[in-house]
């Protein structure tokens, strides 16, 4: 089956602890992106890659970091600059920069 | 820089109702625009793409409009079920092929009762 896998689903940080959340896909999609859904903010988007080895900057991408090394993985890291990180992340791919995008299923970060 | 408005944000409706959610945005030139569900502690769904050369798409119950020059789209669900209980989102798409961003509103959270 085609689809987005994030892992894992729910994750607990530490004060000062940088986290990763994994997201992989085999839809063999060129573009990926990362967003985070807070209560009563909607989705926001934190970095987007059209292409391997290539990423930018969303609207909220302070404290955290990125790599794209395979078409078929977008690592995202929660940094222990990022003061606020207890959210929902999000991630999502699509064909192409604009295109239709499909999201993966979520992993919950909760800062202990 | 694009905003994105749903209205209402939560509403109540009892089963087989025909129901509409609205959205408005701020920048009419956009690439796509995009419905979503969202159920509590999922991801999203996608349910319709509309391109921005194109006024509707359907699947189904389904079907959403759009009025790019007046930064409107419609969502309309036909014969509403419980199982259609969710959040809605919509979404916009605006820089072209190179970029892809999607601008997403509030959502409206949709109860169907039986």
């Known amino acids: 089956d085609g689809g987005i896998t994030q892992s894992p689903k729910y994750l607990f940080r530490k004060e000062g602890q940088n986290v990763t959340l994994s997201c992989e896909q085999n839809?063999?999609?060129?573009?990926m992106y990362w967003y985070r859904q807070d209560p009563g903010q909607g989705l926001r988007l934190i970095y987007y890659?059209?292409?391997?080895?290539?990423?930018q900057k969303g609207d909220i991408a302070e404290g955290y970091s990125v790599s794209r090394e395979k078409k078929e993985s977008f690592p995202l890291t929660v940094t222990s600059a990022q003061k606020n990180p207890t959210a929902f992340y999000l991630c999502?791919?699509?064909?192409?920069?604009?295109?239709?995008?499909?999201f993966g299923p979520g992993t919950r970060l909760t800062v202990l | 820089k694009q905003e994105v408005t749903q209205i209402p944000a939560a509403l109540s409706v009892p089963e087989g109702e025909n129901l509409v959610l609205n959205c408005s945005f701020t920048?009419?030139?956009?690439?796509?625009l995009q419905w979503f569900r969202q159920d509590p502690g999922k991801g999203l769904t996608s349910l319709l793409l509309?391109?921005?050369?194109?006024r509707e798409q359907t699947s189904g119950r389904l079907n959403a409009s759009l009025d790019k020059s007046s930064g409107r789209s419609t969502l309309y669900i036909a014969a509403s079920q419980p199982g259609d209980s969710a959040t809605y989102l919509c979404?916009?798409?605006?820089?072209?092929?190179?970029?892809?961003?999607?601008?997403f509103g509030q959502g409206t959270i949709l109860t169907v009762h039986p």
């Open positions: 999502a791919s699509s064909a192409a920069g604009g295109g239709e995008q499909f």
């Open positions: 839809l063999n999609h060129d573009a």
């Open positions: 890659s059209q292409i391997v080895n290539d990423f």
């Open positions: 920048d009419s030139a956009i690439y796509n």
């Open positions: 509309i391109q921005s050369s194109q």
């Open positions: 979404a916009v798409s605006t820089g072209g092929t190179s970029y892809g961003k999607l601008t």
